[in-house]
């Protein structure tokens, strides 16, 4: 692996879910913690680099200031407020959004030229923040989008049929929210289409479609009445799309990423979309061949995310 460095910024649980998995992966050589009480950014950084013994790559982890993004490959930021229990994440809008302008300036000002990666929800509504008040490229300015809604999906499949999550292919698009859906029209297991799979198998049926996609899209609010965050899962994500930037890989993820007219929908907007990511950032959209129905619930997305940008000044 190449020289690697990525700035973390906020120390909260989703935050030190990916730094833990950062290490646990050996991902990177140097990790700098960021965070508002630097006190706990520097507690942080030694619990993790007592654990360095047992981790697959020498690192240097520690606790930064902004001034430490200048020559970073990757800033992430976790930092925000969390999502209550029955908030939506579009209620965070206007209380994370200031606090994404400020965070952004502070980078930016150090002299940072690397990529953005944002998880702090609405992430496709902040992702569009970052970009604006960054000046970088869109390719540079990337949201978790439906990541970690996709590895719910791929879970939720793989569990109803008993076959591995690694041969499940399939993708959640639109908003990282309430109005993201299947786009089962290019779901497979392995090569062979699911609604062939379906045909072929006793263990589901079409009727079990809607049920595993009211799953995915209530996870979050199950996982928060039940344990007030969720974290883990969302750390795991963000490494895996830190290794495909890292490692130049030209993987396809669902992020959080401009439309720029891929799709016959708001240009204007961040949102959930299969893209090919690498040591630049998203090199592509990949456009997908969308049912009639499925268009209608991408614009609907996207349209929704945009009426929310237009009540915002920026």
Known sequence: MQSSKVVIIGTGLVGMSYAYSLVN????????????????????????????????????????????CKDAN???ITAGVNQKEGETRIHLLNRNAQIMKSVV??????GFDGIFLVATNPVDILSYVVWKESGLPSSRVI???????????RYEISSKLNISVRNIHAYILGEHGDSEFVCWSNAYVGAKPIMD??????EIG??????IYLNVKNAAYEIIKKKNATYYAIGIALVRI??????????ILPLSVLNDGVY??????YIGLPAVVNKDGIHHVVKMKLTAEEMVKLNRSANLLKSHLNEMDI
């Open 25 to 68: 992966q050996g991902a990177v050589e140097e990790l700098v913690l960021i965070d508002i009480n630097k006190d706990k950014a520097i507690g942080e950084s030694m619990d993790l680099n007592h654990g360095l013994a047992f981790s697959p790559r020498k690192m240097k982890i520690y606790a930064g200031e902004f001034s430490d």
């Open 74 to 76: 990757l800033v992430v």
């Open 105 to 110: 300036k502070n980078v930016m000002d150090s």
């Open 143 to 153: 949201g978790s989008g439906t990541s970690l809604d996709t590895a719910r999906l």
């Open 197 to 202: 799979v379906i045909e072929d198998m006793s």
């Open 206 to 211: 079409f009727e079990d479609l809607e049920q």
């Open 242 to 251: 830190t290794l495909a930037i890292l490692n130049n890989e030209n993987r």
């Open 264 to 269: 016959q929908i708001e240009k204007d907007v």
